[in-house]
């Protein structure tokens, strides 16, 4: 059924392109091969720059006689199987202090030597990832052959750096039972909060659930690291096109505050430390099962009356991984080889594929329940060469083919038709590193990282003939995908990419450690979308209410540069180190000449290349202060305060000043389908929502001061003040207080209208219990004039033009992170706080959206314009527990107590209802006699309301360890959400007979059987 009569068609174009490949040039695979290129150069160029990735720790102390008197000049050398080199030394300073800087995470010994003094060695410290481990000595009159080997637990108290981390080892991920992706940091690190819908149960989802937020970050700060280089795609926050696989992980550092002047962003940063091969033959294989036999049933009679009839049972869950090293040539060059194949596939209780799929309607087929899939495939080999007797060489190349099919399924608002199969293949990274200690002070380091690849987006049980139909009275799509252009909403494919190069220098004294460094990125993105037959419909209870047409087909292509400098100094004074810090952050867009050819309901359309869109510059500064209050290493006070951009996607600020996307790409027109027939005829149909609607004319701009300039770039300022004290050896507990703020807001002016421009009107609130303004008037809400209804003229400006916006976070966390005897692991503890909004002022409407710098819209003007949860709602428990038991046996357990999902009620009023208190039919029907247009409006103040339960579920592992030789196998058994938990995690928020209705339930209980050999 083509819809007819729309805004005047183009009869002279084709239809739809081919490929999008025939309309703009695409990035070639020689651009790639330059970015290598220019990695490798900036190698060979080390000698220039500057400092250490964060993915080494460090080793630092003073050394003293026994009168108490500091010794300048002892030799101090820090050795370990983990370093290909062997060992690593450095020389007390004129203060009797030194630092070993770039030490791979593992177990060191540390001796100390000085003519006329007895040797002394320290034994046994295990070292992590930016964890400066103090290891003080006392040296005695003697003669060198006299050692003295002390072995004693490790430090767990960082007396000099401020970053506050969770570091999580190779044998603890080993040993908790977690699922497989990077969702498991959400899952252990108190203040994480994932999206509720990605609660993992047993490994059942997949890796486009990995970002959180955390003290108040965003989850588009989140960043997903490899030997502390970034390793994201670019067309998101983190990376969850790919997987990473568990046998080549040496341990993760989690790292959530107080960041150095080498972080771009705050927020959360997962950096995963991977495995090298070492002198021996060694690896580890990985398999576990899962399926609805296994299953336990949560879905209560109260969840069945709120529309989910069926637990999320199992369709497939397996994995089947591992990976194998040792040398090529002892001490010389080691390899690391490892593949990966794993599947988690639920149902998703409450939905269903429609039994009516190629009609205009949604009818459930409760014999096909909906589901998703999502599945990882992975080879990859990394080696590492000492190349000359200072000078080591690690790099690595993995290929991926993997599928987050039936995207967005999880929400509930999707039928499985309407989703989309977002398939990555070819999916390709590569990583290099290089490292120079040049002298036992002066080190250089450098590296570069290249990922690479495409997305497919693939039907999911319907076709290309489907029109894309939205249920408004339930909020729910169905038919086809089709809610906008974006790489989750549209048909189509897209080619993305990063590469980014580092070159670091530090220079060591012991009291005193100064790195600087420069980071250069780029990245790049060419998409082609479609929406089937250019148009979608929204329905109300089955009756026609809206048509959208699109300015398909929908091509563009960008690319973006990151240029950051830094420079800090780490300096010990007594008890206090100092982190001084300052760092440079640069980007800037380049958009090339494109051509669009001509669709159905817009010409063929040629758009001039532009280039700094955006041109930022910005100056971060970093402090920090940590101070040792008892001088023994056991006790340590902190704060730290820093200045951190916004991170920014191919998807965002440049993506918005692509021209392409500047065009108006939909329009909708009210639709009264008087005759009945389903098909929109002109005499049934509305004035066009904004009447720029198929001209080749930017209808969306930029103020100068917002894409240009010092300053003028999204930021946050993040401030902590913590205490860390060891309450027993191997037992850390840390109290802190954090603050995060934001700055540079932006809001959407529409040129063509203002504030007179708009009329105030109020509706009755349904009566009902659930809502806290049960038959109450609301009022505050505002209609545009009919005259002026489809003008739009936009330009994002700076919102401090019309008001004074506020977000900030106050916050407190109780953690404790032990290693006790017995091999007894514990960590986690409490976090709360409370993120507050303001925005209450006008733009044009006072209840237009304001957008905020983020890209979120919420309401402007008087209504619902402070949002104040209650700290009750951001307060979270998490623990994890290791407990090794006779015969070989050990238990471990994970446990989550979170906040519940908010109450909302979004209410389409008819013009009907709201006709009485405006005087006038609505402005969309733009004096049309027969009046079919509806507005949505918030009943509830968001964040307000919560009616479900806390959130518990709880997680066990049983496993035996079986040995032979150097081998070891291990048995286990899982059991995921042990008290079935059956938390609702996704509401029906539209008001009516289906409202608060449970789309997504947590899954139901789980028994899993796994192995692990390792060798």
């Known amino acids: 059924m083509r819809a007819s009569a729309p805004p005047p068609r183009n009869t002279t174009g084709s239809r739809r392109p081919g490929r999008p490949r025939d309309s703009i040039r695409t990035r070639s695979p020689m651009?790639?091969?330059?970015?290598?290129?220019?990695?490798?150069?900036?190698?060979?160029?080390?000698?220039?720059?500057?400092?250490?990735?964060?993915?080494?720790?460090?080793?630092?102390?003073v050394v003293k006689d026994a009168s108490g008197a500091v010794l300048p000049g002892v030799t101090v050398e820090a050795s370990s199987p983990v370093l290909i080199e062997k060992s690593r030394t450095a020389v007390t300073d004129d203060q009797g202090a030194y630092k070993i800087v770039d030490l791979r995470p593992g177990v060191y010994a540390v001796t100390f030597t000085l003519a006329g003094f007895g040797t002394v060695?320290?034994?046994?410290i295990e070292l992590t990832s930016n964890f400066t481990a103090p290891i003080n000595v006392e040296m005695k009159v003697g003669s060198l052959e006299e050692t003295i080997t002390v072995s004693g637990q490790s430090p767990v108290v960082d007396t000099q750096n401020t970053v506050q981390q969770r570091v999580i080892a190779k044998d603890v991920l080993d040993a908790l039972p977690v699922g497989k992706s990077f969702n498991i940091y959400t899952a252990l690190v108190p203040g994480a909060i994932g999206t509720a819908t990605n609660q993992d149960v047993g490994g059942t989802k997949g890796e486009n659930t990995q970002g959180f937020k955390i003290h108040g970050s965003r989850s588009a700060d989140f960043q997903q690291l490899r030997d502390g280089m970034f390793f994201g795609t670019l067309v998101a926050a983190g990376n969850f096109m790919s997987s990473t696989n568990p046998a080549t992980v040496q341990e993760v550092a989690v790292e959530t505050s107080g960041f150095s002047a080498d972080a771009e962003t705050g927020g959360g940063h997962v950096n995963v430390i991977p495995r090298d091969g070492g002198n021996f033959f060694n690896g580890s294989f990985k398999a576990d099962y899962g399926n609805n036999h296994l299953q336990g049933n949560n879905i209560t009679p109260d969840l069945q009356q709120r529309g989910a009839l069926l637990p999320s049972t199992i369709r497939k869950l397996y994995e089947i991984g591992g990976g194998f090293g040792g040398p090529v040539k002892r001490d010389k060059l080691w390899f690391f080889a490892s593949a990966r194949y794993w599947t988690s596939s639920s149902y998703q209780a409450g939905?269903?594929?429609?039994?009516?799929?190629?009609?205009?309607?949604?009818?459930?087929?409760?014999?096909?329940?909906?589901?998703?899939l999502n599945f990882y495939r992975e080879t990859g080999i990394r080696g590492t060469w000492q190349a000359a007797q200072k000078q080591k060489i690690t790099g690595s190349y993995a290929t991926e083919y993997n599928c987050n099919c039936y995207f967005g399924i999880a929400a509930g608002t999707l039928a499985p038709e309407a989703t989309g199969d977002d398939l990555y293949k070819p999916n390709w990274r590569t990583q290099w590193t290089w490292s120079f200690p040049a002298t036992t002070r002066l080190l250089?380091?450098?590296?570069a990282t290249v990922v690479d690849g495409d997305i497919i987006r693939r039907f999911t049980g319907g076709g290309g003939n489907d029109y894309s139909v939205l249920e408004q009275s339930t909020n729910y799509r169905y038919g086809s995908s089709g809610s906008g252009l974006g790489l989750t909403t549209s048909w189509g494919t897209q080619h993305f990419g990063q590469g980014n190069e580092n070159i670091n220098m530090q220079y060591v004294t012991g009291s005193h450690a100064f790195k600087a460094g420069l980071s250069l990125r780029q990245g790049w993105s060419t998409k082609f979308s479609s929406i089937n037959h250019d148009i979608s419909y929204t329905f109300v209870n089955r009756v026609p209410n809206l048509v959208t047409y699109w300015a398909t087909p929908f091509i563009y292509q960008h690319s973006i540069r990151n240029t950051a400098l830094f420079a800090e100094d780490q300096w010990t004074v007594r008890r206090y180190t100092?982190?001084?810090?300052?760092r440079y952050d640069g980007m800037a867009g380049t958009v090339p000449d494109q051509h669009l050819p001509a669709g159905p309901w817009v010409p063929a359309r040629d758009f001039a290349g532009v280039s700094n869109v955006p041109n930022w510059k910005d100056i971060n500064p970093r402090f920090g202060v940590a101070y040792d209050l008892r001088g023994n290493g056991k006790t340590?006070?902190?704060?730290?305060?820093?200045?951190?951009v916004n991170f920014e996607s191919a998807a965002g600020i440049v993506l918005a000043n692509n021209p392409v996307n500047q065009m108006v790409t939909s329009a909708t027109r009210t639709w009264n389908d008087a005759n009945g027939d389903y098909i929109p005829q002109d005499s049934e149909l509305g004035a066009l929502s904004n009447v720029n609607f198929g001209k080749v004319v930017a209808n969306t701009t930029y103020a100068d001061d917002v894409i240009h300039g010092w300053g003028?770039?999204?930021?946050?300022?993040?401030?902590?003040?913590?205490?860390?004290h060891e309450l027993a050896p191997g037992f850390a507990v840390n109290l802190g207080y954090y603050r995060t703020w934001f700055g540079n807001f932006t809001v959407t002016d529409n040129l063509a209208v203002g504030p007179?421009?708009?009329d105030t009107f109020c509706i009755a609130a349904p009566v009902n219990a659930g809502l806290p303004n049960s038959g109450q008037r609301v009022c505050g809400l505002y209609d545009i004039k009919p005259e002026k209804f489809g003008q739009v003229q936009n330009q994002v400006v700076r919102a401090s033009k019309f008001g004074n916006p506020r977000d900030v976070f106050n916050g407190v966390d109780v953690t404790v992170n032990a290693r006790m005897r017995r091999g007894i692991i514990l960590s986690g503890g409490l976090s709360t706080g409370a993120e507050i909004t303001d925005y209450c002022f006008t733009v044009d409407s006072p209840g237009t959206g304001f957008a905020g710098f983020n890209g979120t819209t919420r309401e402007s003007g008087n209504y619902q314009c402070h949002i104040a949860p209650p700290w009750s709602a951001g307060t979270q428990i998490k623990m994890s527990l290791v407990y090794p038991l006779p015969y070989y046996f050990q238990v471990s357990a994970n446990w989550q107590n979170l906040p519940p999902i908010p109450t909302t009620a979004s209410y389409v009023a008819t013009n009907a209802e709201i006709l009485p208190s405006l005087g006038r039919n609505v402005g969309a029907c733009a004096g049309r006699p027969t009046c079919t247009s509806t507005t949505t409006i918030e009943l509830i103040q968001p964040n307000s309301l919560f009616s479900e339960g806390r959130n518990n579920q709880l997680d066990v592992r049983l496993t035996r360890t079986f040995r032979a030789g150097r081998a070891s196998v291990q048995p286990a058994l899982d059991a995921f959400n042990i008290l079935n938990a059956g938390s609702v995690l996704a509401l029906n928020t539209r008001y009516g007979p289906q409202w608060k209705n449970a789309q997504t339930v947590l899954a139901p209980r789980l028994v899993k059987f796994g192995v692990q050999v390792n060798f």
């Open 31 to 61: 651009m790639n091969v330059r970015n290598l290129a220019l990695a490798l150069v900036i190698l060979a160029a080390a000698s220039a720059a500057s400092a250490q990735g964060v993915a080494t720790g460090s080793i630092a102390g």
């Open 121 to 124: 060695k320290r034994e046994g």
């Open 636 to 644: 340590a006070v902190k704060a730290a305060l820093g200045r951190y």
């Open 578 to 582: 100092l982190n001084l810090g300052v």
């Open 756 to 758: 007179q421009d708009y």
């Open 444 to 447: 250089f380091w450098a590296g």
């Open 712 to 724: 003028t770039r999204g930021y946050s300022w993040q401030g902590l003040v913590s205490l860390q």
């Open 351 to 372: 939905n269903y594929f429609n039994k009516t799929q190629g009609t205009l309607f949604y009818t459930p087929d409760l014999s096909r329940p909906a589901f998703d």
